[in-house]
């Protein structure tokens, strides 16, 4: 670890003789970097090392559509490398301007510096960016000990990816040319890689995507890092973080036949493939982790339970508990998606021709398409059922409900879990017809809002008739959802969990005085009311901060609000963050705040996740006696609650943290003791995996039976 530093510092040394030859570049063995072709996984191989312990940077690029978990890519490091492609008049996607890169002397010495200023004092470090691949000889001149991870993902599911994501559409709209424009660009990228791996086998991890993400597979990127390359961090888990059903997109025939057409892609991954091996001879002395071992590894695991999660729309950033579910449940988890694959009812503003009447038609939260993108029923069909519903006043949706049917006796679920209470309502008649048991899972507007509950009242009693068990975040919601007919003995109550080993670290003792509140920009987090706090907070003292992370719809009124304030110096937006990232923010600051409210039409928090994600950090919490904040935060033990609309307890609260850190500290440590003993994912997954478990063991216990069933 103190090579690192060492190293670091001696580079600062060299910059300033000005001596760039490679003997004087930096010398380090706790140097990472995560390479490889866009699209190919290295997201889930960098958030499994940052969260092991390797420092990724300080500016990090937030988490996006396609990578809702974040990219865990500093955006420094991705500027140097556009700027040193535009110096040659190329770009990452352009195939024929890759050819003949140059890397000019000057950008010898800003690659210097960037890694003396970005890194210095972290004892193991690295980045990730797929631009990293251009630029080999580069970061080997510049970081001659530092060891890499490449990962290479099967050259179909990257070009479908691509396509997906709407890359090359610049270049052109036919999709043929497209795929073969990702195909040429995958065959670059790999050769680069394989000439690399072969002059540094020492230093070289290559890492398929998803086969090296299996239970059977994980631990040879931890022996690896950990015990031929001697890096001193903590255990490399992927069962945390990834999920096979997200991964395994279906692709589409006519790409795979282009694949298998364009012989240089297939050829060149059967030569990754051998190289893989014998790399991993040498790092293993075995090859224990061979794809026939594997199977029989996978094979000798104990049978899951099949449980199938129903989603109304595809993840978002603040969807975190649905992801949490999908990823860390104990079973095998198939995933069904409502709504559009091109977006929300929002995007319709946007879209156009076949993505415009794709969002039109699969609108609302019925599902209708698997995690690898098939679709459960087509547009005709469902046409056809929106004229027999709203022309015909045929109850439900029988083709799709047909459709929903099929799919879940085809892949042999065992037991559904809707997420959110309007999803519960779509899927129980095929559950009740398919006589598996549904498990409904209410989260905050569901229960609470007055415009959802008035519209679907009705349904949601049909349903709690159905349903197996129905699961309330809070112990107000348990109360809400009995006063609207769920039947007591079905009623359970399970937060959601927080990942507590990753949420740590947090020291308000010698933190400055800086707030932090995450979350979204909504009439039920009162962010505007937060400010109103701090403004009296920081004319007390002028020296405290505020950190908002998050986005949403009263995100602009809260920056004129803070400008007219006169705090706009004291207030930072710094936009959405991922996990990973809010988790760092929370060991920076010197509490947490949050001034949930009731809104005038009905709408409550259940439990926010980042209330239980600030606890386990080790912070205080201010915030409101609302929801399940209480039931989270213990008055004057593990933080502070004041009344709904209190901004001046609220202000008085945060400024006795500011004058107290050793208050502020004891606070905090026994919130971190109360989350951890009454909050972890793994204590909140096992409630609700015994729910499931109850709920399949009283099947043969028939359901009411449904009109439209």
Not at 320 to 325: A, N
């Amino acid at each position: 670890m103190a090579g690192a530093v060492a190293a670091v510092e001696g580079l600062e040394k060299t910059l300033v003789h000005g001596e760039l030859s490679r003997t004087n570049a930096v010398q380090s063995c706790d140097v990472i970097l995560v390479a490889g072709m866009p699209r190919s996984g290295k997201a889930v191989v960098a958030q499994a090392l940052g969260r092991a312990g390797l420092f990724l940077g300080d500016n990090l690029k937030g988490p996006g559509r396609f990578n809702p978990d974040g990219y865990f890519e500093d955006q420094d490091i991705i500027r140097f490398h556009d700027e040193l492609l535009k110096a040659n008049k190329a770009a990452w996607d352009a195939c024929e301007s890759l050819r003949n890169l140059t890397v000019p002397e000057e950008y010898h010495r800003r690659a210097r510096k960037l890694v003396a200023e970005k890194f210095h004092g972290q004892p193991a470090w690295g980045w990730k960016d797929p631009r990293t691949t251009l630029f080999l000889g580069l970061w080997d001149h510049v970081l001659p000990e530092a060891r890499w991870i490449f990962v290479i993902r099967r050259p179909a599911e990257v070009a479908s990816s691509m396509l997906e994501r709407g890359d090359f559409a610049r270049y052109s709209r036919n999709p043929i040319k497209r795929a073969l424009m990702a195909l040429r660009l995958w065959v670059d990228y790999n050769k680069r890689i394989i000439e690399f791996s072969q002059n540094n086998p020492d230093r070289v991890l290559l890492v398929f995507t998803p086969d090296d993400f299996a239970e059977a597979s994980e631990n040879i990127v931890d022996r690896t890092v950990s015990h031929r390359w001697r890096m001193g961090l903590r255990p490399i888990d992927f069962g945390k973080i990834y999920a096979p059903s997200l991964m395994n997109k279906r692709i589409p025939a006519w790409i795979r036949g282009l694949t298998s057409v364009y012989r240089p892609a297939p050829l060149l991954f059967k030569q990754l493939d051998r190289l893989r091996k014998g790399l991993r001879v040498d790092h293993l002395e075995t090859q224990e982790t061979s794809c026939d071992t594997r199977q029989i590894d996978l094979g000798q695991t104990a049978r899951k339970r099949v449980v199938c999660v129903v989603t109304p729309w595809e993840f978002v950033y603040s969807g975190t508990f649905v992801r949490d579910h999908v990823r860390r449940l104990p079973a095998k988890v198939k995933v069904l998606y409502g709504g559009s694959r091109y977006g929300s009812d929002a995007d319709s503003d946007r879209a156009t021709g076949l993505k415009l009447l794709d969002i039109l038609i699969y609108k609302g939260p019925f599902p209708n398409r698997s995690a690898d993108g098939r679709r459960l029923i087509s547009v005709a069909r469902r046409g056809a059922d929106l004229m027999l519903r709203h022309v015909f006043k045929v109850p439900g949706r029988p083709l799709a409900g047909r459709a929903l049917r099929r799919y879940l006796r085809r892949e042999r679920v065992e037991a559904v879990l809707a997420e959110f209470g309007q999803t519960g309502v779509q899927v129980m008649r095929a559950c009740a017809s398919a006589g598996i048991p549904l498990v409904v899972h209410f989260h905050g507007y569901d229960a609470y809002s007055r415009k959802e509950v008035d519209w679907y009242l009705p349904s949601y009693q049909e349903m709690f008739k159905v349903a197996s068990a129905i699961i309330a975040v809070s112990r107000d919601m348990v109360e809400q959802l009995a006063a609207l007919g769920a039947p007591r003995p079905k009623l359970v109550y399970n937060p959601c969990g927080v990942d507590v080993d990753l949420f740590a670290g947090a020291n308000p003792a010698v933190a400055p005085p800086t707030f932090l509140a995450v979350g979204r920009f909504v009439e039920k987090k009162a962010p505007y009311l937060t400010l109103l706090a701090f403004k009296k907070v920081s004319e007390r003292y002028p020296e405290a901060r505020l950190v908002m992370l998050g986005d949403g719809e009263l995100l602009e009124v809260c920056q004129r609000l803070t400008s007219a304030l006169g705090i706009e110096h004291a207030v930072c937006y710094e936009g959405v963050r991922s996990q990973f990232e809010v988790a760092a923010a929370m060991r920076r600051v010197r509490a947490f705040v949050q001034h949930s409210v009731r809104t005038h039409y009905g709408d409550a928090e259940g439990t926010p996740v980042s209330v239980l994600e600030a606890g386990a950090s080790g912070l205080p919490v201010v915030a409101t006696r609302h929801g399940g904040i209480k039931d989270v935060v213990i008055d004057g033990e593990t933080g502070f609650l004041v009344a709904e609309g209190d901004t001046e307890g609220m202000a008085q609260r945060m400024m006795e943290l500011i004058e107290s850190p050793d208050r502020a500290a004891a606070l905090g440590q026994r919130a971190r003791e109360y989350v951890r003993s009454n909050f972890s994912m793994e204590k909140r997954m096992a409630i609700l995996m015994d729910v499931i478990e109850r709920s399949i063991a009283k099947r043969g216990e028939r359901p009411a039976k449904l009109e439209g069933v």
